[in-house]
């Protein structure tokens, strides 16, 4: 199957964009040790977003793979994995900042180096918060795709270094009109010295229509209200299809 | 179960400037000034106060769960916590605490969730989200709802297991509990007493809590 669009966003580089309802979005990892910093808006109301406790909690889980849907905190679901090479992606770690990219590889300005400079999440999605009419109070937690970060049974999180292989893929299928915003930054606790981002494909096909079997929609009775609520919303927009909630 | 964290306080109730009592399903919005301790008991034992903080010079500043783990590498608070602003500022600091740990993973219950968690047709119970967005409306028109980041949820036990799961366990507070922050900036405190009642962790009884504050 051919890509209806692709990109490929290079290491330490950012972008955003609103990708409509019914596509799927593959990521792929161009080499080891991918952080993918993505957060989710409802392009269509923009107070409307990704919220992470709401889709932890639903789902049980702490981690995100096959199966699990990322939840708006209207109670709908923004996307679904339905695809994922690697078993575990990250959605309590956050983003990096300024000063801890400073600290942590050295200062590097752009007079210096151009575009070679280390970039931090704090300033990719500052930037395209504010291009996409936001800012930085719309900040929430991100989901770090390709990472792995658990917590021992103290509470301490611990960075898996060697999660992430070159190849790996993830797949969303979009369930509303998304805005994406990714920032390709290294996850802060990555304890490596070197500034470790690596380029991310990312390419977008037409997704078949969701059936009745579909993996993220059975995973757990949760995820199943969750796409009524959002079938509700599609149905009062335009949709003529109507939708029963049980 | 991890290692908890007591630390009792020394402060004395009668030499507290405000004190007041949220029953259950009420709300609380205020402001401290740097220095001021904020205390938070919880009466009779395994209630959920949802609780967020703004800075309040720049109120686009909330409170970031994920800033105050990174903070400390570990995602439960205790004394010693600082909790940290987006922006990575300090807000406050958790200056005492009897009950040993608190959550700030599991967020706040609201009515859409709510419909996800448990039916559809728990809709139109009461929930914190309602809360929240009730004392926003009424403090300052400067808070909307796009400044309602992930909150803390003092006296909540929300277990990470190593191999990713997620759990409400049951409580580890129990009557006359209470946590004791500082402020370290002027801040505003923002608290939802949580009215759920579709979750055995407050054995379906939601019950007040009572705020205190001293001066420096």
């Known amino acids: ?37 993505t957060i989710m808006y409802h392009a269509n109301q923009l107070t409307e977003r ?28 923004l996307t679904s994995i339905v695809e994922d090479s690697l078993g575990w992606h990250d959605s309590i770690s956050g983003y990096t900042s300024r000063k801890e ?12 180096l151009r575009n070679n400079w280390l970039r931090s999440g704090e300033e990719n999605f500052a930037v395209e918060l504010v291009r996409n009419g936001l800012g930085v109070r719309d900040l929430v937690p991100v989901l770090n795709l390709f ?38 930054t290294p996850n802060p606790l990555d304890l490596r010295n070197e ?50 909630l049980k | 179960m991890a290692v908890l964290n007591y630390t009792e306080s020394s402060r004395k109730v009668e030499e507290a400037i405000y004190d007041r009592v949220i029953p259950a399903g009420e709300g609380w919005m205020h402001e401290l000034e740097p220095g001021q301790v904020l205390r938070i008991v ?26 105050t783990m990174l903070g400390q590498q ?43 968690r448990y039916a559809h047709d728990t809709l139109p119970m009461h929930n914190c989200r309602d809360t929240f967005m009730l004392q926003l409306s009424m403090y300052d028109e400067k808070y909307t709802k796009r400044d309602l980041a992930p909150n803390i949820n003092f006296f909540m036990n929300v277990p990470v297991t190593p191999d990713g799961g997620l759990t409400f366990a049951d409580g580890v507070s129990a009557p006359g509990r209470y946590v004791e922050m500082q402020s370290i900036v002027r801040t505003v405190a923002l608290i939802s007493n949580c009215p759920q009642l579709n979750n055995p962790c407050n054995a379906y009884n939601p019950t007040p809590v009572r705020v205190l504050i001293w001066d420096k």
């Open chain 1, 195 to 244: 500034y470790s981002s690596v380029p991310i494909q990312i390419e977008v096909f037409d997704a078949e229509p969701v059936k009745d079997d579909d993996v993220c929609v059975n995973f757990r009775p949760e995820n199943k209200r969750a796409f009524e609520n959002t079938w509700e919303y599609h149905t009062l927009l335009s949709d003529s299809k109507s939708v029963v």
């Open chain 1, 101 to 112: 990219t400073d600290e942590k590889y050295g200062i590097t300005t752009y007079q210096e």
């Open chain 1, 50 to 77: 990704y919220n992470m406790p709401d889709t932890l909690k639903a789902q049980h889980t702490s981690h995100l793979t096959k199966g699990h849907v990322l939840m708006s905190d209207n109670g709908r679901v």
């Open chain 2, 42 to 67: 919880d009466l009779e034992g395994n209630q959920a106060a949802d609780t967020l903080f703004y800075h309040a010079e720049d109120p686009e500043d909330h409170y970031s769960a994920v800033a």
């Open chain 2, 74 to 116: 570990n995602i439960y608070l205790s004394t010693g916590t600082v909790l940290r602003s987006e922006s990575n500022k300090g807000l406050l600091k958790i200056v005492a605490d009897t009950c040993g740990r608190h959550d700030t993973l599991g967020g706040a219950c609201s009515a859409q969730s709510n419909t996800v």
């Open chain 1, 1 to 37: 199957m051919n890509s209806i669009w692709n990109k490929t966003i290079p290491a330490g580089g950012k972008w955003s964009g609103t990708i409509g309802k019914g596509k799927l979005v593959k990521f792929t990892a161009l080499g080891k040790g991918a952080n993918l910093s």
């Open chain 1, 147 to 184: 990472s792995k970060v658990f917590c021992d049974k103290n509470g301490d999180m611990h960075y898996v270094e060697d999660h992430c292989y070159e190849g790996a893929t993830v797949t969303l299928r979009t369930e509303m009109d998304t805005l994406f915003i990714f920032s390709n």
